[in-house]
Nanobody, 125 residues
Framework: QVQLVESGGGLVQAGGSLRLSCAAS????????MGWFRQAPGKEREFVAA????????YQADSVKGRFTISRDNAKNTVYLQMNSLKPEDAAVYYC??????????????????WGQGTQVTVSS
């Protein structure tokens, strides 16, 4: 079956960095666009970043532009989220997700067919 397994979360001070990884199995990775979403307590799940199947096109939410970078390695079936200059408001559970190659904008959770279990990111001020 399809599995998306996130790792790399943890506790970091404001201004610090973390690199999240999401390892995919059970699917042909290069057929899927990939995304990162996050959800803080009491808030809706929100789009963070996405990357197309080839890695040539990437998208970020305005709130993370210039600080977060999404990338992928199709040979390793893995997508990454490099997070720099972290702020307390970045604290959330971060989820990776996969969606089929389509022409839709990448920021809608319901367009994603597979989800990981999430990894916690905590940012201390």
């Amino acid at each position: 079956q399809v599995q998306l397994v996130e790792s790399g979360g943890g506790l970091v001070q404001a201004g610090g960095s973390l690199r999240l990884s999401c390892a995919a199995s059970g699917l042909t990775f290069s057929l899927y666009h990939m995304g990162w979403f996050r959800q803080a307590p009491g808030k809706e799940r929100e789009f963070v970043a996405a990357i197309d199947w080839s890695g040539d096109r990437a998208y970020q939410a305005d709130s993370v532009k210039g600080r977060f970078t999404i990338s992928r390695d199709n040979a390793k079936n893995t997508v990454y989220l490099q997070m720099n200059s972290l702020k307390p408001e970045d604290a959330a559970v971060y989820y990776c997700a996969a969606r089929l190659r389509d022409g839709k904008t990448p920021n809608t959770p319901s367009d994603y067919v597979y989800w990981g279990q999430g990894t916690q990111v905590t940012v201390s001020s």
